[in-house]
């Protein structure tokens, strides 16, 4: 019996289903906060250093406590206050990423790397039942400023490079190839499947008077553009006030990415259900893309994925999934795939199929 090439990747896809990875992931660099900015100011700079050390370890406590617990958790007890000892204990290593000295002030980039056992034990103790740090897959942001001059461009792109973001529970990576055209999928596919993202998170940020004001617009395959709300940020007066709001607007958009992968997450958070399911696809790049939509789901509510037969127009597959059937079809629509009811069950298709 010959079996056609189609058939044969099928199968071999089929396989890669059986095998699809658990939802949990390493803790990886989670407990280590990036590109921490002190400016600190005293008799000299030797005497200017220690106080930024000491603020870095606060800024970065609060960064990584914020990383780690619930907004909800995160708003009702906020920072634990820690004592000079209990710094000494917690904080592993700083490690100088660039520092500049005048006569009274130390200016510096700075990592802060923190002894995960102690900082959950840390936040178990100040109240917080819930911690997470199962990481999630990558968001590939696309940060667009529009009307700015070469220098301010400049500086707008200096603030997202030096965000510290990539070590979050939803690692954030940064394109800049895109440019400053409006978001698409196509201006920013090469460099999603470059960083493994599904999909692009754009960024287009414009000022207006002292407000910066910046829309975000998620984009990716098989028709997926989704409006993911808004941010913004007061523009200070002088030098600084420019590098200071765009710092403030990344923090806001990453707050935002983050806060929303926790939400998946805690949707996963309940007891399994099963469901029957038909896929439909009209060739094999399309089956590709569904097998996509699948994988992406699996980051999430998806728990397994079982095939029980396949042919060359459709396969019939069982979901295992934590959460509702609605927020399985949200889940699923996001990823750019539609769960349809029909008079035989349900269907998933691509939604640019539809």
């Not at 700079?45 to 870095?56: E, G, I, T, V, Y």
């Not at 700083?94 to 500049?100: A, F, G, H, N, T």
């Not at 698409?184 to 596919?189: D, R």
């Amino acid at each position: 019996m010959r079996i056609s090439t189609f058939m044969m990747a099928l199968l071999g896809m089929v396989c890669a289903f059986l095998t699809l990875p658990a939802r949990a992931q390493g803790p990886g660099a989670i407990y280590s906060v990036q590109d921490v900015l002190v400016d600190e100011t005293a008799v000299s700079a030797a005497a200017a250093r220690p106080l930024a050390f000491s603020k870095a370890q606060e800024m970065a406590w609060s960064r990584v406590t914020r990383r780690l617990v619930s907004p909800t958790d995160f708003t009702r007890l906020g920072v634990p206050t820690l004592t000079p000892a209990i710094y000494e204990r917690v904080v592993t290593s700083i490690d100088v990423q660039e520092e500049r000295r005048s006569g009274t002030r130390y200016i510096a980039r700075l990592n802060v790397n923190f002894n995960p056992i102690l900082v959950r034990q840390l936040l178990a103790e100040a109240g917080y039942g819930t911690i997470t740090d199962q990481r999630g897959p990558p968001v590939l942001v696309a940060p667009v400023l529009l009307g700015a001059s070469p220098a301010l461009d400049a500086q707008w792109r200096l603030a997202w490079s030096q965000s510290g973001f990539q070590n979050e529970i939803a690692p954030v990576l940064l394109t800049f190839a895109a440019g400053s055209g409006p978001a698409s999928w196509e201006a920013a596919q090469a460099a999603a499947q470059e960083a493994g993202a599904a999909s692009v998170l754009f960024v287009t940020a414009q000022p207006a008077g002292a407000v910066l004001n910046a829309s975000l617009t998620e984009v990716g395959p098989n028709g997926l553009r989704a409006d993911r709300g808004t941010a913004s940020a007061t523009v200070g007066p002088g030098e600084s006030g420019f590098p200071q709001a765009f710092r403030q607007l990344a923090l806001a958009v990453n707050a935002k990415v983050q806060d929303d992968w926790k939400a998946r997450v805690a949707r996963g958070a309940g007891p399994d259900s099963r469901v029957a399911v038909q896929a439909l696809f009209a060739n094999q790049t399309q089956w590709l893309a569904l097998k996509r939509v699948m994988e992406a789901a699996s980051r999430t509510l998806v728990s397994d994925i079982r095939i029980d037969a396949v042919s060359t127009t459709g396969a019939l597959i069982s979901l295992g999934y934590v959460g509702t059937l609605e927020q399985l079809r949200a889940e699923i629509a996001r990823d750019g795939g539609v769960l349809l009811e029909s008079g035989t069950g349900l269907q998933l298709r691509l939604a640019a199929a539809q």
